[in-house]
């Protein structure tokens, strides 16, 4: 149960915070600042929940842990409901916060319809388009979480460091496209609030689980056997 909620509470700030940066200030500090936050508050997160529950507060990474054979399939299984409870909770706390205030100039880096930086198409993007760029940021986001916390070649301390400057990396390169992913909890709280977005919520399911997959068997190619469920 500890690790549930570290993984709710954790998942929840992601969205406030994360999200919270591109729908209070996008306009200010661009794709730039965005992906800075994104990175930041993972950093932090890790800190704080990695001895706890690994901070996945992703999906994405709890489906690449399974299948690496770091965790069991009823784990993974409590890992996504709780990640997507706590997104939910984190954008609906970022949602009542921004109708407090209706004449505040919000925007974010989407249009003013999708003010709770959802994960859709930008203008000119197509699916397949945003779909490959999923699945490869991902990918690369993945391989990191997996190298960086494997038990016997893995950067201990160092982890969660390298774990954020990914995050923000891939959102860098990812928010042109749309808004960025890497993580269907992040993509499932928002869309929530702005019904609107489900039209592209495939995508931000389909792009990470081939990457998370795609991670996997190119980390046990490199670094040896799975590790053996606990």
Known sequence: MKKLLAEGVGTMFLVLLACGSAALAGPSIGGLGIGLCFGL???????????????????????????????????????????????????????????????????????????????????????????????LLTFFFVLIVLGATDANKGFGKFAGLAIGLALGLVNIV????????????????????????????????VGPAIGAVIAVLCWVAMAGSRKAVR
């Open 174 to 205: 990812g928010i042109p496209v749309d808004n960025c992913s890497v993580n269907p909890a992040r993509s499932f709280g928002p869309a929530i609030f702005c019904p609107e977005a489900w039209g592209d919520f495939w995508i931000m399911v």
């Open 41 to 135: 508050v993972l950093v932090c997160l890790c800190y704080c929940l990695g001895n706890i529950s690994g901070c996945h507060v992703n999906p994405a990474v709890s489906f690449a842990m399974f299948l690496a054979g770091r965790m069991s399939g009823k784990e993974f299984a409590g890992y996504v409901v709780a990640q997507l409870l706590g997104a939910t909770v984190g954008a609906g706390f970022l949602y009542w916060l921004m109708n407090m205030a209706p004449g505040f100039n919000f925007g974010g880096i989407t249009a003013p319809d999708y003010y709770l930086a959802t994960n859709v198409l930008q203008p000119g993007a197509t699916s397949s388009m945003a779909l490959l760029v999923e699945g």
